[in-house]
């Protein structure tokens, strides 16, 4: 049985302004916007590991990882 890759996205929130690119520009929709205005990572295990919301960050505050199989 082959493996499904997971990711990781992690959001550095002290350079997040908030701008919602990440939220508009996934595939996948995994973001949820917050009250704040910052991205909430609601649907972790949709992620595909596109890297969109990490290539169009303005602030370079989003991070996606490729998980190893220990998680």
């Not at 550095?12 to 995994?30: L, N």
């Not at 949709?46 to 370079?60: A, F, N, Q, S």
């Amino acid at each position: 049985m082959a493996r499904t890759k997971k990711y990781r996205i992690e959001l550095d929130r002290k350079w997040c302004k908030g701008c919602g690119i990440c939220v508009a520009f996934c595939p996948k929709k995994v973001f949820d916007q917050g009250e704040d205005m910052r991205p909430i990572v609601s649907k972790p295990d949709e992620c595909i590991g596109c890297k969109l919301c990490e290539l169009r960050c303005p602030d370079y505050a989003l991070y996606v990882t490729e998980e190893d199989e220990n998680g």
